[in-house]
């Protein structure tokens, strides 16, 4: 998760800094507010495409960690018929 901050963060000051920047470049109004448009859509692009890469990287992480405990719990539980048969076998 922190990597996520970490990009939001750096996201949100170039944002910051492009705006400001054209903010005070010597432009007419309105061609200042369609510059502020399409810098704005351009990062909010951005940010959903980190924020999807991010989601479908925590999807296929969290498919590996239960597909692993699936395989691990079907080991103990056959270590442990193992042990069972094991113990069964020494008594008698």
Do not use: C, W
Request: cysteine-free.
């Amino acid at each position: 998760m922190k990597n996520n901050k970490v990009i939001l963060g750096v996201l949100s000051g170039f944002a910051a800094g492009a705006i400001l920047g054209i903010l005070y470049a010597p432009d007419k109004g309105e061609k200042t507010r369609k510059k502020i448009k399409r810098k704005s859509q351009d990062y909010a692009d951005d940010l959903k495409d980190k924020y999807e890469s991010s989601i479908e990287t925590l999807s296929k992480k969290y498919e590996t960690l239960k597909k692993d405990s699936k395989e691990l719990i079907a080991e103990g539980k056959s270590k442990i018929d193992s042990a069972k048969k094991h113990l069964e076998n020494s008594e008698n």
